[in-house]
């Protein structure tokens, strides 16, 4: 059953940002890419202990614009959000 909601707080960030999952899938990998594509920040093999909730911080390096912010789930769904950086 796809049943699993993907939330970011908050939604624009400028150095953090906490991505939560409800539902009973885990998160297994994020990917975030810039509005070119390219591939910005990735999380491989999530912890099933931190499965529903991650909190990534110190991005005030990244420049302020539009992201996409794609969550594969261990379920086999795919959550993509899109999230704005700002100063």
Known sequence: Q????LLVKP??????FEMIL???????NMILSDSR???VLRYDDISPTDGRRL????LSYLAPGTYLLT????NG???TLKLRKRL
């Open 2 to 5: 796809l049943t699993s909601r």
């Open 11 to 16: 939604n624009p960030f400028t150095d953090e």
């Open 22 to 28: 409800t539902g009973k899938a885990k998160m297994r």
């Open 37 to 39: 594509g390219r591939e």
């Open 55 to 58: 909190s990534l911080g110190g």
């Open 71 to 74: 969550v594969q789930l261990d």
């Open 77 to 79: 769904e795919r959550k």
